[in-house]
């Protein structure tokens, strides 16, 4: 069983995941709140299911992409149908040491479009860059 | 009746009035389809014999109208069997779908009227390059298809064009025989029908040109790499290949960090560029002591080339970036062709490079790609043309082995570290998953095979940590686990899709165990020679993979070309 916690400012809401496949309630309430611009940020230890629960939450989203790890690309982005967001872009800082490197990525400038929403694994990494966004909303998995 | 050039739906083409007049005045053929002129008609061409659903609406489209003619292309003869056999087999299908169509009417397809003929079919070939269409006589107004080089197929192999008429009028005649014979049992002699062209072009056509000096280039990860690759019929030969490697760099981060490659690969790519392009020596002492193999004059005026290849995708936008910007300078400068290539069709194109490879070449070939961001199967059908049957859905095979290896205190990149290890361990000691093994199709997951890795270190005591025997054996089994998911899932691939081929590529395919535990698993089919010294990416497989696209034809405008990262195949 897994616990999620999603911190949306002073909102904080608890979810439970069954198994592994279901993570339905969760993605349905995430798909509904989120907005064009705001930055998901995904902890959990190796192994909770943060790609899982991005590849659940782009499926909601109407992705029919496959949508694997970005941890080699560093950060990948999906056409989504929504109303307000266009663009679900997946970022893995899993492999980000400094942080300065991961300014290069410009994710400043692709968030300013309007269009899109971040979803970032390993926000413990960029924790000074996430320190300067507006909206974050924090989603922490813990359990197994 | 004037046939004037001019496109219509679904890539029908009409060819010139001159090209068919003769033609049209032996046969009476009023209104004629010519299929596939490009590259578009030859993706319709796959269809008809590829995909029953299109198939259907290709043969609706066709219609009980319209009677099948096959143009075959061809340059040197080549693949005249393969071709045939293909002819054969989708005049097979449209004819069972024309009898099962017969008279059904289409609501796509309103034949027009015109004046009716008897049962004749036509036959139209096309010379090694010519662009115009020549046709063919006495052919095919009688039955006996008329064997002037009978030994024509002998000399297959010899370059001579001439020869390479016969042995294309050869297949021809057994080609439209088999096609009179087909449309002959259903066909009404009093009704009024249309002829439509195949095209089966040879699938290393490529238009006026024999030898193909390509420039490729690759920027889209770690590595910048420059090559000059002279590409023929028979042969491709390495003029100038350099590999740029930055894991010297990376190494200091534990990976790659985007903003590090870019910046380092614009400082190697000039360079390269110089020493392929002008012989330049280079600061660098390793570059100074090799020579380049012909082509420089004088070692001041620049190699020429025919065509500039660069990697397009999947990739870092800011690395790949880097790249294209060369390649596109270049091709404004020269004038030459630039062409956009996928990262992912170069690495199997890598495989084509090994000479030995070239007679073993049979499609379609089962292709294991396994790297640092990608682990797919992909069975490719023809040049430039695939199918991906299975990926992973998390981590790709090279990444679980560099963050299992970075787990167990490994340094970047991992991958050839645990393969050292594991020749001395015992690949039994450690309980791993095999994630997925079982599962009916043919995606792969890594990230359990991760997190039962970290768990298993974590749970260890610092002592046993430090152990050399824990080291040698956690890496022997976790070689092993990641071997067996990719050997199970290829031998599955092998039984269903029944390649005439497989093939390992990418940079995993360097790992010794994998090579030897599928050449044991495939003991029944051919497994194609690894790349040695092209696994990693490199420049040399994206200019061979750029010339397949330039042999199709295709070539981007240096104006436009963009890096595209989330490129598939």
Not at chain 1, 29 to 54: C, W
Not at chain 2, 215 to 238: F, H, M, N, P, Q
Not at chain 2, 318 to 345: D, S
């Amino acid at each position: 069983m897994r616990i999620v916690t999603l911190k949306h400012g002073k909102d904080c809401k608890r979810f439970r995941v069954p198994t592994e496949k279901d993570w339905g309630e969760l993605v349905e309430y995430v798909a509904e709140q989120i907005k064009p611009g705001d930055i998901l940020a995904l902890s959990g230890e190796l192994g909770a299911g943060k790609t899982t629960f991005v590849q659940s939450l782009a499926r909601e989203l109407g992705v029919k992409k496959n949508t694997p790890s970005p941890t080699f690309a560093l950060m990948r982005s999906y056409a989504v149908r929504h109303p307000s967001i266009k663009r679900l872009i997946h970022v893995d800082a899993y492999r980000i040491e400094n942080e300065r490197d991961f300014v290069a990525l410009d994710l400043d400038e692709e968030i300013a479009d309007g269009i899109s929403a971040v979803v970032i694994e390993w926000p413990e990494n960029i924790k000074k860059w996430l320190g300067r966004q507006a909206s974050v909303l924090d989603l922490s998995i813990t359990g197994f | 009746m004037r046939v004037t050039k001019k496109r219509t739906r679904r890539g029908w083409w009409f060819p010139s009035a001159g090209a068919l007049e003769s033609v049209e005045r032996r046969a009476l053929v009023t209104g004629v389809a010519y299929v596939g002129a490009h590259h578009e008609g030859e993706r319709c061409f796959e269809s008809v014999f590829h995909d029953r659903e299109e198939n259907a609406v290709f043969a609706a489209d066709l219609h009980a109208e319209t009677l099948v003619v096959v143009e075959l292309l061809f340059e040197h003869g080549l693949a005249v069997e393969r071709t045939v056999a293909h002819a054969i087999a989708a005049l097979d299908r449209l004819a069972r779908n024309l009898e099962d169509n017969h008279r059904l009417p289409s609501p796509k397809c309103k034949p027009k009227v015109v004046p009716p003929f008897g049962r004749r079919c036509a036959v139209v070939a096309h010379d090694e390059g010519a662009t115009d269409i020549r046709p063919l006589e006495p052919f095919p107004f009688h039955r006996t298809p008329p064997c002037e080089k009978p030994d024509a197929e002998s000399r297959a192999d010899d370059e001579n064009s001439e020869c390479a008429a016969g042995n294309t009028f050869h297949a021809l005649s057994r080609c439209c025989e088999h096609t009179i014979a087909l449309i002959d049992g259903f066909v009404n002699p009093k009704r009024v029908y249309r002829i439509a062209f195949i095209v089966v072009r040879s699938s290393r056509y490529m238009p006026g040109k024999r030898r193909l000096r390509v420039l490729g280039i690759e920027t889209s990860c770690d590595e910048t790499s420059v090559a000059i690759l002279d590409v023929s019929e028979k042969s491709t030969r390495i003029v100038f290949h350099e590999i740029a490697s930055q894991i010297p760099a990376h190494q200091i981060y534990g990976g790659v960090v985007p903003e590090v490659a870019a910046r380092l690969h614009v400082k190697e790519i000039v360079e390269l560029l110089d020493l392929a392009l002008w012989g330049k020596t280079s600061p660098n002492p390793s570059f100074a002591r090799r020579g380049i193999e012909g082509g420089v004059r004088g070692g001041l005026s620049p190699v020429v080339f025919d065509a500039i290849a660069v990697t397009q995708g999947p990739g870092l936008a800011t690395a790949l970036r880097v790249g294209i910007e060369a390649g596109r300078t270049l091709a404004f400068l020269t004038g030459k062709p630039i062409v956009g290539v996928n990262h992912l069709e170069g690495h199997l194109a890598s495989a084509w490079l090994v000479p030995e490879n070239r007679k073993l070449w049979k499609f379609p070939i089962l292709f294991l790609l396994v790297s640092g961001g990608h682990t797919e199967l992909v069975l490719m059908k023809d040049f430039c043309s695939y199918r991906v049957i299975g990926r992973t859905r998390d981590d790709a095979s090279g990444e679980a082995f560099d963050k299992t290896g970075k787990l167990i205190g490994l340094s970047y990149p991992a991958g050839p570290q645990i393969a050292k290890f594991a020749e001395d361990g015992d690949s039994s000691a450690y309980d791993i998953p095999r994630p997925m093994i079982n599962d009916p199709s043919f995606d792969f997951s890594f990230s359990g095979l991760k997190s039962a890795v970290r768990r298993l270190w974590e749970e260890m005591s610092d002592k046993e940590k430090s152990k050399k025997k824990t080291r040698v054996d956690l890496c022997a089994s976790i070689q092993e686990a990641i071997v067996d998911v990719l050997v199970a899932k290829t031998v599955s691939a092998v039984k269903k899709y029944k390649p005439r081929a497989v093939a390992i590529v990418g940079g995993v395919s360097a790992n010794k165990r994998l090579q030897e535990r599928m050449r044991d698993a495939l003991e029944d089919t051919t497994l194609l020679h690894a790349a040695r010294g092209l696994h990693t990416d490199n420049a040399a497989m994206i200019a061979a993979a750029g010339a397949w696209r330039l042999m199709k034809g295709e070539k981007h405008d240096w104006k436009k070309i963009d890096a595209e990262p989330e490129l598939d195949l």
